[in-house]
């Protein structure tokens, strides 16, 4: 492992922390006060759709559990909670089931 410097470490930290403020800056305090238009927020609409398989997709397909290696249960589970969410319309029923699917193939498979 190699050492960084210090001045490096602090640098990087300062950049990151302007940047963050900067990019929340600009919604909060700069376009707050502004209605959005209707394309924007129709668009803002698919945002929480967007961001839950973007998590979890790296979990499913290359699982640290498995040093990268996709497996059986996991694959399984994922399929089970799209058809169920899918079936279903219900998000509660979907998650459930995939976990218990998950649990249950990783308990008898080993």
Same mark, same amino acid.
């Given at each position: 492992?190699?050492?960084?410097?210090?001045?490096?470490?602090?640098?990087?930290?300062?950049?990151? &922390?302007?940047g963050s403020f900067a990019l929340?800056? %600009?919604?909060?305090?700069?376009?707050?006060? +502004?209605?959005?238009? !209707?394309?924007?927020?129709?668009?803002?609409?698919?945002t929480a759709v967007a961001i839950v398989p973007a998590l979890i &997709?790296?979990?499913?397909?290359?699982?640290?559990? %498995?040093?990268?290696?996709?497996?059986?249960? +996991?694959?399984?589970? !994922?399929?089970?909670?799209?058809?169920?969410?899918?079936?279903?319309?219900?998000?509660?029923?979907?998650?459930?089931?995939?976990?218990?699917?998950?649990?249950?193939?990783?308990?008898?498979?080993?």
């Open positions: 492992m190699t050492h960084i410097d210090t001045t490096t470490i602090w640098i990087i930290i300062l950049g990151l &922390a302007v929340r800056f %600009t919604f909060i305090g700069i376009v707050g006060d +502004r209605p959005m238009p !209707a394309w924007l927020l129709r668009h803002l609409r698919y &997709a790296p979990l499913v397909v290359w699982p640290t559990a %498995t040093e990268g290696q996709p497996d059986v249960p +996991r694959m399984t589970a !994922a399929a089970v909670t799209l058809a169920v969410g899918i079936v279903t319309k219900n998000v509660i029923a979907a998650i459930f089931s995939g976990a218990a699917t998950l649990y249950g193939l990783l308990y008898l498979l080993g």
